[in-house]
């Protein structure tokens, strides 16, 4: 049975920081591209960043330089470290499996960033 449990999120003030973390299990996860996409209110669901099985990295050009994507394929969990948090970044963030056409999905974790 696949799985992948995203936790970290919750309520932040502008300007601080989040790790998210999404633990997989039921597939090889050093196999996939993983990948965090988010979705705000009223707004179609985006790619934040992703890390290929490979480890190379690729980020929206809205969070280049404040967040930072990881894997550790030995815990079967790939990381995503939010620095400089905006109001914009508020959204459920969901981690994602990809390899060719199989996707799966976590449930998501709310990330909200206010004063």
């Known amino acids: 049975q696949v799985q992948l449990v995203e936790c970290g999120g919750g309520l932040v003030q502008p300007g601080g920081s989040l790790r998210l973390s999404c633990a997989a299990s039921g597939f090889t996860f050093s196999s996939y591209a993983m990948n965090w996409y988010r979705q705000a209110p009223g707004k179609e669901r985006e790619l934040v960043a992703g890390?290929?099985?490979?480890?190379?990295?690729n980020y929206a050009d809205s969070v280049k330089g404040r967040f930072t994507i990881s894997r550790d394929n030995a815990k079967n969990t790939v990381y995503l470290q939010m620095n400089s948090l905006n109001p914009e970044d508020t959204a459920v963030y969901y981690c994602n499996a990809r390899r060719l056409n199989t996707h799966y999905w976590g449930q998501g974790t709310q990330v909200t960033v206010s004063s």
């Open positions: 890390i290929t099985s490979a480890g190379r990295t």
